[in-house]
């Protein structure tokens, strides 16, 4: 008994080691590092990933993957950004934005769920129907955005925290609670556990599948907006190979890529470390082209102790 | 007898899985030359002792000598090496590769270390062996195995067999998929074989064959060896008795329950080549058993009745009232819960709680439109959890560490707390240890007290004969036929019903 417990110290609390070690390393070195400037830029830089991530980790949970997301921010971004420039109110287009994104999550929750294509296939589509689509649709040019309101998402901030961080706990908090209390996040971890099994036990499964895919492609518009917002342009490029540190994050926090197991705290630690890594190799001036090779390993390193931590609780 | 007259000797073979013993000084003694049958009911150890001699299984006494000799099989390569080979009933051809290069697979050149197949060199030989079995008229070394059909497939492993020189071929069920005329070119080739003095140890269920086929039989029932015979020496009759032969075991716990109106009747199930014209009725408070020989089709059925499979055809009518079940929610709805046979492949979600396992058929009591009702579900799983004695730490174990028993009594909680007018059960004490047994069988009967209607699924025969207050037979798909009275007939009426009513 006591053991056990241990181990499942040491499989919460682990990923929060890496980071309390990764803060106290950084704050020793970097002077810049521990200031309340730097801190909040890490969390706004954070806060894109933080959200896909957390899309992300419902489709893992099922036992899916999503590669589409990044193309799918391309689209809100050019739908969002077309109907700014042309004057409608900001409610409205991001209204239209990130509904293009739900529909293609819909879309790719009915090819998985009902035509039963892999996951890995079907997105892998609509990551070149996505991107082409926004190319068509803006003529391989990027919206340049001025409408003060509409940036205010990713530039201003609200009792003194900037906007992209609150809209982070948002969505974090209420994935939270649809994961952890809902009968839905109920369907989602027993779908990706043993799918038949829940099938008899009377869930419509195929339209948990969907579902995932749905919240995903809803939360990669919502990220979408933020990244335009920020960046005050509306890109038919914008996203390209975002999905990749989502799936690092909910793999770094200790979700199965079977599906079924996993946690919603364990992406959060996942995106924060991916973010601190950055920031951190930034602060020590490492070049750009490192850090990708950096931020793989410490990717393999981070999975290899998770998996070691259960696996020594079997 | 001098040893030597035995290409294949099993000798005091003990095997035990967990702690549940299946074989028992098991003893087999084949001939070179003879086609040696193998019969016993599901579960009496015939494909143990092939496993075993297979070196699949690891035996934990005993011996067996090849050709008077002690052997020692660690691995199937060991038994390949001997001349043992084994056509399985589940054949695994790579479809994507030639009939040449599915036969010497593994051995494509001479040595190991040789870096190109010849594959002219491998079609040649293979030509040679297709002709030695009048079956170069229609395959050829070049065609790829998914061309063919099922029997040639088996032909195909057969002759792999052949060219391993083995001198015994082990035959598990090989007619089991095969059409009349498949099945007479199979007996044609198993002659060829005997005539090369190769033994062939050959497993079936089906009476005919035996008499047809075989020169010897021996007869396994309970992981014993009862007895081996020469086939003209021995007639249906005694085989039958010989594999049933056991007392009807006491220790099933009695169903007083009056019975009462028809709960459940399914009228003309079918699919097609699955189950034809399947219709039954179970009243309340019974318990009717679905008897049959394994693939004999009642668990599809069951399968379909709960809406888990589609049907093809057919009507439920649930207390005299037609209803449509197109899904399992459906069922669930209706109050039909069905507790599958395979707990890791149907029953339970293994990676989680024993909690969550509990509560996903019974969102119903346990969630409002949205969100759990977490106090509620976990005094409700609790109660339900202490109520069928699963042995666990808390509710929030994880399924897949509990035992057999254990997760078996987890399926049984789940099905119960959703309070089912009809309970299915397929097999629902498969695998499971005999203090275990006991406790589902004390549930299964207070179940049917309240009233509810139970249809049991089983393989074993005491306990078919033990619960059930009547027993509808299948075989091959169709009701053979109906038992209501378990006296000491009974159990050869089965047997007889479901090896096809001869």
Redesign the interface.
Known sequence: MERVKVVNLVQRFGLLMIIVIMVAGMSIVSPVFFTAGNIVNVIRQISINGILATGMTFVILTGGIDLSIGSLMAVTGVITGSLLVDGYPTFVAILAGVAASVAFGFFNGVLIAYCNLPPFIATLASTTIGRGFALVYSDGKPYTLTTPEFLAIGKGTSLGVPNPIWLLLVVVILASIILN????G??V??VG??E?????????TRMVKMFAYVITGLLAGVAAVVLAARISSGQPTAGDGYELDAIAAVAIGGT?MSG??GRLSGTVMGFVIIGLLSNSLTLLNVSSFYQQIVKGFIIIIAVLIDQRTKGKSN | MDRQTYVLEARGIDKSFASVKVLSDVELHLKPGEVHALMGENGAGKSTLMKIIMGIYKSDAGEILFEGRPASIRKTSDALKLGIAMIHQELSPIPEMTVAENIFIGRETESRFAPFVNRKELNRRTQALLEAYNMAGYIHPGTPMKRLSIAQTQMIEIIKAVSYQSKVIIMDEPTSSLSEKETTELFRIIGLLKAQQVGVIYITHRMEEVFTLADRVSVFRDGKFIACKEVRDTGREELISMMVGRELSSGYPQNTAPKGDVVLEVRNFSRKGVFENVSFQVRAGEILGLAGLVGAGRSEVVRAL?G?DRLEQGQIFLEGKEITVS???D???HNII?A?EDRK????????SIR?NI???N?AKL?GK???K?GREKQACGEIASLVTIKMNSINDQAGRLSGGNQQKVVLA?SMLSGPKVLIMDEPTRGIDVGAKAEIYKIMVELAQKGMAIIMISSEMPELLGMSDRVVVMSAGRITGELTDMTEHAQQDILKLALGGI
């Open positions: 209390i809902s009968k839905f109920r369907y971890y027993a556990g043993n038949n099994a829940t099938k008899l036990s009377g869930v419509k199965s079924g197991i | 709960v888990y899904h399992p929610k069922a669930l709805r069905m599958p492949e149907l029953g339970l979600v293994l990676c989680r969550e509560t996903l058929q969102m969630a949205l969100f759990m977490l789940k």
